[in-house]
């Protein structure tokens, strides 16, 4: 009876410490999300500012250099969907017109064989423009708070490494002389395993989006480009992500054919390269996964979600992955590791 009372008042500790963990992050998302995002950033470029150094090159010009590069990268990206989407603006009202028409027949249809009305294009525009109001706000806001992530991202990145062994050091005076071995070997690991996952995934996303855009161009889809890196990018998200970038290239296919079998086309090329990404890319470019259970991924997916947004959803998986390397190195986790080893699938 006494160690049953123990274990679970060490169970309740432990649900209040979780708790605790996760008001500070949900109220404090402002500033953990652009940290974490930052901390993810520099263990990537760790490996390429490491090298830099010992060629003799000084930190400041390591980091900076490293920074650029990130920055190339993500301009060249950006470019590339800013040139598609202007592309894809000129067909805009083409698209529009070819909508309300669908809309239009859609509404009959359902008032003349089932007496349903769902209004007309025109009054849902009205509507539309009532609320533009907080529209407008909310997207205002929405820019704002992402400008201010982009703006802190970099500085916390070159924080974090060029001030690196002062983190590390802080790190080895918490764990104490007991667990020093075990942290330097945890941290290796980490930056080793997360480096090369990292790296392989952006070679996955570059194939992806290859094999997306020339499907799309063999259907004859307008804008497969934009459409075929946007559903490899969105693959950052697990499982969500392709399934709301898809309903663009499906909806444009409809719309533009009027047949049912140009977007199951369009489905169906997806959800082939889809596959030939899990079973064949992603294991020959990644190699070594995090090895992460179904389980403990949903449960970061649905947690990132509640807490962060979709910023969550992309940045609790890896820390989840960094747990989970953790507690292969520590005896007394391993009942948490087993829900975290994929291996156990």
């Not at 009876?1 to 500790?13: D, G, Q, R, V, Y």
């Not at 992500?241 to 309903?247: D, P, Q, R, W």
């Amino acid at each position: 009876m006494k160690i049953t009372s123990i274990s679970f008042i060490a169970l309740l500790k432990w649900l209040q410490a979780i708790f605790i963990l996760a008001v500070i992050l949900y109220f404090g998302k402002t500033l953990f999300i652009p940290l974490c995002f930052g901390l993810l950033t520099a263990i990537v470029l760790y490996p390429v500012c490491r090298k830099l150094e010992q060629r003799k090159w000084p930190k400041s010009i390591a980091v900076t250099v490293c920074l650029l590069l990130v920055t190339f990268l993500i301009i060249a990206l950006v470019g590339l969907f800013i040139w598609q989407i202007n592309e894809f603006k000129r067909d805009a009202p083409l698209f529009i017109d070819k909508l309300k028409t669908g809309l239009s027949a859609l509404q009959q249809s359902l008032l003349l064989n089932h007496g349903l009305s769902i209004g007309t294009p025109a009054s849902w525009v009205e509507k539309l423009s009532g609320n533009i109001g907080s529209i407008l706000q909310s997207a205002f806001s929405g820019t704002v708070n992402m400008f201010f992530i982009l703006f802190l991202v970099p500085v916390f990145t070159a924080l974090f490494l060029y001030h690196r062994k002062i983190f590390v050091q802080s790190l080895r005076l918490i764990a104490g002389e007991k667990y020093r071995q075990r942290l330097d070997t945890i941290l290796q690991e980490a930056v080793h395993t997360y480096f090369n996952y990292i790296k392989g995934m952006v070679m996955v996303y570059i194939i992806v989006g290859i094999l997306n855009s020339a499907g799309l161009l063999l259907l004859g889809i307008k804008h497969a480009i934009l459409f075929g890196m946007l559903c490899a990018v969105m693959t950052i998200i697990p499982y969500i992500g392709i399934i709301v970038s898809a309903l663009l290239p499906i909806s444009v296919a409809w719309i533009t054919t009027g047949s049912i079998w140009y977007p199951l086309a369009v489905i169906a090329i997806l959800g082939i390269v889809q596959y030939l990404e899990a079973n064949i890319i992603f294991p020959k470019v990644v190699g070594t996964q995090l090895n992460i259970s179904t389980w403990a991924t949903l449960v970061a997916i649905i947690a990132g979600g509640i807490i962060w947004g979709v910023a969550g959803m992309i940045l609790f998986i890896p820390f989840v992955a960094i747990l989970k390397i953790i507690t292969d190195k520590s005896e007394e986790w391993k009942s948490l590791n087993l829900l975290l080893n994929r291996n156990q699938d």
